[in-house]
T-cell receptor, first 115, second 116 residues
Framework: DAGVIQSPRHEVTEMGQEVTLRCKPISGHDYLFWYRQTMMRGLELLIY????????DSGMPEDRFSAKMPNASFSTLKIQPSEPRDSAVYFC?????????????FGPGTRLTVT | AQTVTQSQPEMSVQEAETVTLSCTYD???????LFWYKQPPSRQMILVIRQEAYKQQNATENRFSVNFQKAAKSFSLKISDSQLGDTAMYFC?????????????FGKGTLLTVNP
């Protein structure tokens, strides 16, 4: 079975542009998480969904960030307008409430660079 | 609120030797799960080992084992027979599932370098 798929793997954009990151969770998983990783702040949870419904978006840094999950197999994280401080690695992870340890499986990440 | 603390930002070990990475945590929940994730230079987050708080027996996965001290809220990772491929950042993580809350809280990580 394929793992969590993220695209693109690398994104370089100019300040002010819109950026869209994409994620396909593991088939059958009912939880989807978006994380941001930076040297300064480590791994931060931005938002997570259960059965396509946003449950907690308290980690979303500001209104420039938005996330959607239109169906069980696809989610997007959008930044508009982007700023240099948004440069980070963005991870998507998925999980299933039936897993015995509630573990999360991560995608390969998207490295975003905003110049 | 739950917290995870990794007090060793960096460690190094010689190939074939044993190394222990430390992790302490805090949670008010009685039911929780602990994890160690490995992040090699490829940046992929790989689940290494997991432990349920209700289980007293320490988890083991091949060369990786944990020392789970529930009263002390300590969850250390031991890597035996270290290999060059073990060079990575290691993150300790905690989740306390309750209701629909499945947040993972991560420590800051320990960068492990295995030297030939």
């Amino acid at each position: 079975d394929a793992g969590v798929i993220q695209s693109p793997r690398h994104e370089v954009t100019e300040m002010g542009q819109e950026v869209t990151l994409r994620c396909k969770p593991i088939s059958g998983h009912d939880y989807l998480f978006w994380y941001r990783q930076t040297m300064m702040r480590g791994l931060e949870l931005l938002i997570y969904f259960n059965n396509n419904v946003p449950i907690d978006d308290s980690g979303m840094p500001e209104d420039r960030f938005s996330a959607k999950m239109p169906n069980a197999s696809f989610s997007t994280l959008k930044i508009q307008p982007s700023e240099p401080r948004d440069s980070a690695v963005y991870f998507c992870a998925s999980s299933l409430v039936g897993l015995p340890y509630y573990e999360q499986y991560f995608g390969p990440g998207t490295r975003l660079t905003v110049t | 609120a739950q917290t995870v603390t990794q007090s060793q930002p960096e460690m190094s070990v010689q190939e074939a030797e044993t190394v222990t990475l430390s992790c302490t945590y805090d949670t008010s929940e009685s039911n929780y799960y602990l994890f160690w994730y490995k992040q090699p230079p490829s940046r992929q987050m790989i689940l290494v080992i997991r432990q349920e708080a209700y289980k007293q027996q320490n988890a083991t996965e091949n060369r990786f084992s944990v020392n789970f001290q529930k009263a002390a809220k300590s969850f250390s990772l031991k890597i035996s027979d270290s290999q060059l491929g073990d060079t990575a950042m290691y993150f300790c993580a905690l989740t306390s599932p309750g209701g629909s809350n499945y947040k993972l809280t991560f420590g800051k990580g320990t960068l492990l370098t295995v030297n030939p």
